[in-house]
């Protein structure tokens, strides 16, 4: 049997055998069988739809969404999903019980390479892999069992989908954001299509690994720069909410600097070449300009007797990356361009050379070089023997001397009106010194680069142009969307040829143009798709609209989401995007919201034996194979009890049997409870209710915060006190023990949901346990002396403190940090921040 098969494999027991108690519910069993538990409720829950968002205004309970990242149907679901699922299916399940409507979709992220590889390996369509796929996962979820609204589902490659990504592309082009032009580009040998700049790591394509190439192609982009500053800023409203290092990736990928633009004149060229620099201060330091050997102003400017020499170099740049060629650790390379720029600061001619080092699309593709103060351009001047001025007095020894060039602050020097300025006051005043004389001027610069979306491959959304020799480009008619796929080819049609496959389908290429009726061309490129997922989660808000991408009333109703779980493996890429898409959708007035996602949590990886999982390897916990040995809930109790959601999970480390057992003993309380439905817990045992309410108080907060091992903690313990009642307290008719086991019921429904929703059964309560209602702490139960407060560090706990009720975060932390085992676990690593949720938890981020 394959693991597709034994993810969905029927149960080894029939659903639905007779009680051995008597007083349960027909169906119900006394012995713990997850098997036919899953079984019998999948079934159950698929008639009752218990998860279905309500539309409709009549229903006054408050909104709430909960959002997973989509996933891609390249097989049946593995150990990631299932970490993944679970942890935004609690924040779902809990939202349920607290008495919210709750949106909580799924749907497929279904175009994309692997199905079209997959196509031309069997000499099929891309969709037959790609539906057969989803199917095989939809199933499959099903069986996991996770709180979706499945009217709501999705496919990106739906024609009914694709429509209004392509109504979207169209608005864009509309408002100059959609553009195209002729450029170097990343170009993937093995795939025979372009890359984002996003999608190329360590030089090599994300998704294949081949090295990545450089070309000169044209190509579609999106004009994400022009959103630049707001991308930026908006993060503001943002912090407390995504975790920081995203944050600190999203800034940095955007990359905003500020300094000044500064004309140097070449000799022989009549327009000034423009060089952006973040240390103007530095200008009197500058002995040489480089320019990049890919860009157009290095083919310009080169001298006749150089020529041959740059073109060589040049060729051979072509085949470097963009990470090779921003290395500080290769050894330097370039051409002399046979011509001299001037200095406008000081009026010296200095040599221009081509590098591979600078790049073409950064500022203006040309820097000025100060070698004394900035490593690869003091690496270049050694290299080539060219002059080394200190500009600013650092106190450290001489660059040209060390080999260490010294880019600190300092005391300017050698630099004319501005010596003996400090960096600060020295940069604002050559900047006016430049302006006065029209040299140049103050200038904002960015590391973003607008978002190359067009790729040559089929399947994907087709691009909505048409070319036309008199009349350009063209764009579709909206009453002519959707432009569909081919159907025609298939297998051999689709291999990677340098350009899309599209290209060969004729009849589908050749059109009359709508604007004049002549000949024209489609084009013939699909688009990234990245764009479907820039924007899918509006589409849940209203999957079945047909007079937009979506209604723009029910967005408004529920967005924007309030938590959104998946990878950090998106930090950038996706979720740059959907920010970028979100913002033009603010300005065209579709929203009215700058920001998609108010909450980001993101899970860590399963891996096994301290390694990340790969089957080709043989280092693989197959999905399907743990589901079959444990259920489901174990393997759900299992993950989510190993750790915060943020740490990386070793199954090596993990133990489903404990899980197990622990379950049957869940199980066991509830078949041996006999206290009637609806008995009054306050005339039970004093000393189980104290620990029930407690529990019910300290998991709230712990799920609130997203600590579910902690929680999960805290039931377990419920259970044993549960469980000592039972065996050797008042015994199974003390109504305190029912209320505890229907405690236990209505928590583990977020963590168990079969279980939960057996041991529900059993208590005498109709299904579904999901929309029970969360239990309320009683106050006057949870006074006490003394209250044992959680220290974690880095999310996991350290120790525990007996604590007065009443004390102080301020009073609390300084105890949690004087702890001797906090102090141990510490060691020399620094403290980044302490979380403190007096009195219970103390969270120590390091």
Known sequence: MTSDDTLREAPANPAGRSSQGGSHPAGASDSYDPRAIQDKWQARWDELDPYKAVEDDADGRERRYALDM??????????????????????????????????????????????????????????????????????????????????????????????????????????????????????????????????????????CGALVERRVLTQWYFKITEYADRLLDDMAALEGKWPDRVLLMQRNWIGRSTGADVDFVIEGRDVPVTVYTTRPDTLYGATFMVVAADADLAEEICAPEQRAAFEAYRDEVSRESEIERLSTEREKTGVFLGRYAINPVNGERIPVWASDYVLADYGHGAIMAVPAHDQRDLDFALKFGLPVRVVVDTGAADPATTGIATPGDGTIVNSGPIDGLPKAEAIARITEILAEKGLGKAAVNFRLRDWLVSRQRFWGCPIPIIHCEACGEVPVPDDQLPVRLPDDLRGADLAPKGTSPLAAATSWVNVDCPKCGGPARRDTDTMDTFVDSSWYYFRYCSPGYTDGPFDVEQVRKWMPVDQYTGGVEHAILHLLYSRFFTKVLYDMGMVDFTEPFTRLLNQGQVILNGKAMSKSTGNLVDLGQQIAEYGVDVVRLALLFSGPPEDDIDWADVSPQGMAKFLSRVHRIATEVTAPVGADPSTGSAELRRVTHHTIDEATGLIEVRRFNVAISRVMELVNATRRAIDSGPGPADPAVREAAETIAIILSLFAPYTAEESWELLGHPAPVATAGWPSADPTLLVQESVTCVVQIAGKVRDRLEVPPDITDTDLEAQALSSPKIQEALGDRKIRKVIVRAPKIVNIVV
């Open 70 to 207: 989509f996933p891609y149907p390249s097989g049946d679901l593995h150990m990631g999903h299932a970490e993944a699922f679970a942890i935004g299916d609690v924040i779902a399940r809990y939202w349920f019980q607290k008495g919210y409507n709750v949106l909580h979709p799924i749907g497929w992220d279904s175009f994309g390479l692997p199905a079209e590889n997959a196509a031309i390996k069997r000499n099929s369509h891309p969709a037959e892999w790609t539906y057969t796929n989803i199917d095989t996962q939809a199933a499959s979820f099903q069986r996991y069992a996770p709180s979706f609204d499945w009217s709501r589902r999705l496919h990106t490659s739906d024609p009914e989908y694709y429509k209004w990504t392509q109504w979207l592309f169209l608005r864009f082009y509309e408002r100059g954001l959609a553009y195209r032009k002729g450029g170097q580009v990343n170009w993937c040998p093995n795939d025979q299509t372009v890359l984002a700049n996003e999608q190329v790591v360590g030089g090599h394509c994300e998704r």
